[in-house]
Nanobody, 119 residues
Framework: QVQLVESGGRLVQAGASLRLSCAAS????????MGWFRQAPGKEREFVAV????????GYADSVKGRFTISRDDAKKTVYLEMNSLKPEDTAVYYC????????????WGQGTQVTVSS
């Protein structure tokens, strides 16, 4: 049974930094691709960042490039999202997702952690 648990979300001021964590269990983390998505009020869930199984390949949405960094720690079975220069438009519930190699979609999702950025 795969379980993803996000943590780290909180209320911060615009311009602040925040690091989200996602602890994974029930899957072979070292062979998994991990992603972060977010859903803002009144909007659809959108892609934020992804990191492949090796940690050597990452991808970001244009809206967060240069500000957010995704990383992983296989020993801790945890994926991180470091967020800098946060903007009010970054306010959303942030979700962690996981999939194994050659799977096109992310079948495993966490329950999300709320990030609120005040102006």
């Amino acid at each position: 049974q795969v379980q993803l648990v996000e943590s780290g979300g909180r209320l911060v001021q615009a311009g602040a930094s925040l690091r989200l964590s996602c602890a994974a269990s029930g899957l072979t983390f070292a062979s998994s691709t991990m992603g972060w998505f977010r859903q803002a009020p009144g909007k659809e869930r959108e892609f934020v960042a992804v990191i492949d199984w090796s940690g050597g390949s990452t991808g970001y949405a244009d809206s967060v490039k240069g500000r957010f960094t995704i990383s992983r720690d296989d020993a801790k079975k945890t994926v991180y999202l470091e967020m800098n220069s946060l903007k009010p438009e970054d306010t959303a519930v942030y979700y962690c997702a996981a999939r194994h190699t050659h799977i096109v979609s992310f079948p495993y999702w966490g329950q999300g952690t709320q990030v609120t950025v005040s102006s």
